[in-house]
């Protein structure tokens, strides 16, 4: 049975963009050797780290979401720490309260980009006039 599964991944600065993206394109094929549906792929970006990794503060990060048979995430983990561009990775199994959330999130209801609606635009106007 396919659970859904979200990985955030760190990789190394010191690559290229274009270069991280070759890396991307490789796990995507890897996943989809084990026959994994991909969600969602969101690739944020070089980002500061919080603290320092093996003396790095910044990195790439990837946020991946998908539905595979448990049975891979034990290889695709040991993929993970085998890869020098890879800094950190984090897996975790995704409950339901989760997945509507990232469902809400796509369609702009919920998160850092939701769209707002004419009553809360209208609460804001009034309370920046006060």
Known sequence: MLKSYETVLIFNPVLKE????????????????????IVEEDFWGLRQLAYPIKKKTTGFYLVLEYKVDATAIDRLEIQFKRDENIMRFLTIRMEKYHLEYNERKRRGLAGRNRKKTEAEKTNEEGQQQS
Do not use: H, W
């Not at 991280?20 to 996943?31: C, D, M, W």
């Open 18 to 37: 274009k270069e991280v993206q070759e890396v991307i394109g490789n796990y995507r094929e890897l996943l989809k050797s084990y026959k994994a549906d």
